[in-house]
């Protein structure tokens, strides 16, 4: 698909980062040091439930500005009419994915992520990038950038429809017996499955700083087993993603101790744990962040 997205292709063909982090909070650095294994969560489960919409929002913006350009709705800028209104009223009611993503982030010592992910104390553990984009390629998952610019978020979507209209079209031409209502719903259904595996990667521009990297699996691709935990107020669903093979220590690269858990003990327990993954005493290093959890 992304020889069709030509402007996403850049943003992924961009140089990659050495290590990318995970943010997580003692607890969670334990199980994924004992189970080798990172948790997917279900996006639509996600803290910010908004987060998806943002890329439905975008695409609604971009099918009212194509109704603009003419006094006459059927003379879209280079798109089928008929398709561009069967997904503006059929997309809102089949816009439920379910994609699940892990989060890592280019910066081991950010504010915002220490208060988004470890508010009582934690730990940013490194990983190698090429290692985290072989376990994603193993999993039927996709390592990848996400995407602050709104001018480029827009020109990815733009390319989207624009391949998807072609489709339609030819394959109307091609045709003409074929039920176009048929069409447009297999169409339509592509475009949407394709937008599964790239809106989760357009985030709002507020959030640039992150620098953020996701894995992202779809079950449209996979059927992975589903898992639940509980927060406190809702039932989480989840998959596991193995971080290296049964017989294997976890390869952490580096680990950033949150102030909260920047004690003597605490640093010597974590190196206790983690010495079976021979982590050198180096790599673990003390936040500087001022930052105090509540």
């Given at each position: 698909?992304?020889?069709?997205?030509?402007?996403?292709?850049?943003?992924?063909?961009?140089?990659?980062?050495?290590?990318?982090?995970?943010?997580?909070?003692?607890?969670?650095?334990?199980?994924?040091?004992?189970?080798?294994?990172?948790?997917?969560?279900?996006?639509?489960?996600?803290?910010?439930?908004?987060?998806?919409?943002?890329?439905?929002?975008?695409?609604?913006?971009?099918?009212?500005?194509?109704?603009?350009?003419?006094?006459?709705?059927?003379?879209?800028?280079?798109?089928?009419?008929?398709?561009?209104?069967?997904?503006?009223?059929?997309?809102?009611?089949?816009?439920?994915?379910?994609?699940?993503?892990?989060?890592?982030?280019?910066?081991?010592?950010?504010?915002?992520?220490?208060?988004?992910?470890?508010?009582?104390?934690?730990?940013?553990?490194?990983?190698?990038?090429?290692?985290?984009?072989?376990?994603?390629?193993?999993?039927?998952?996709?390592?990848?950038?996400?995407?602050?610019?709104?001018?480029?978020?827009?020109?990815?979507?733009?390319?989207?429809?624009?391949?998807?209209?072609?489709?339609?079209?030819?394959?109307?031409?091609?045709?003409?017996?074929?039920?176009?209502?048929?069409?447009?719903?297999?169409?339509?259904?592509?475009f949407i499955i394709s937008l599964y595996a790239i809106a989760p990667?357009?985030?709002?521009?507020?959030?640039?700083?992150?620098?953020?990297?996701?894995?992202?699996?779809?079950?449209?691709?996979?059927?992975?087993?589903?898992?639940?935990?509980?927060?406190?107020?809702?039932?989480?669903?989840?998959?596991?993603?193995?971080?290296?093979?049964?017989?294997?220590?976890?390869?952490?690269?580096?680990i950033y101790c949150g102030l909260d858990s920047a004690n003597q003990?605490?640093?010597?327990?974590?190196?206790?744990?983690?010495?079976?993954?021979?982590?050198?005493?180096?790599?673990?290093?003390?936040?500087?962040?001022?930052?105090?959890?509540?």
């Amino acid at each position: 698909m992304r020889k069709h997205l030509p402007t996403y292709s850049k943003v992924i063909g961009k140089k990659k980062p050495a290590t990318l982090f995970h943010y997580t909070t003692t607890i969670g650095l334990l199980g994924i040091s004992t189970s080798k294994k990172i948790w997917a969560t279900d996006i639509r489960y996600f803290n910010d439930p908004k987060e998806f919409q943002h890329t439905l929002d975008i695409i609604h913006l971009i099918i009212e500005d194509f109704y603009k350009v003419s006094d006459d709705p059927k003379e879209l800028e280079g798109l089928a009419y008929d398709f561009i209104e069967y997904l503006r009223i059929n997309l809102g009611r089949k816009w439920n994915p379910e994609v699940y993503v892990v989060s890592f982030t280019e910066e081991g010592d950010l504010l915002s992520q220490w208060r988004g992910y470890c508010p009582k104390g934690g730990f940013s553990i490194g990983f190698d990038f090429d290692l985290l984009s072989q376990i994603a390629e193993i999993h039927d998952s996709d390592l990848l950038p996400c995407v602050y610019d709104p001018k480029i978020k827009k020109q990815i979507i733009q390319e989207l429809l624009a391949f998807n209209n072609k489709k339609y079209v030819e394959a109307k031409d091609g045709n003409k017996q074929h039920d176009s209502d048929q069409l447009m719903h297999t169409i339509t259904n592509e475009f949407i499955i394709s937008l599964y595996a790239i809106a989760p990667m357009l985030k709002h521009e507020s959030f640039k700083e992150e620098k953020e990297w996701r894995i992202v699996s779809s079950r449209l691709r996979v059927q992975p087993e589903i898992n639940f935990r509980a927060s406190e107020s809702k039932i989480i669903p989840y998959i596991e993603i193995s971080l290296c093979q049964v017989e294997e220590e976890v390869n952490f690269k580096s680990i950033y101790c949150g102030l909260d858990s920047a004690n003597q003990l605490s640093k010597k327990a974590v190196m206790q744990l983690l010495r079976k993954n021979r982590l050198p005493e180096y790599a673990f290093k003390l936040s500087k962040t001022p930052y105090r959890s509540a």
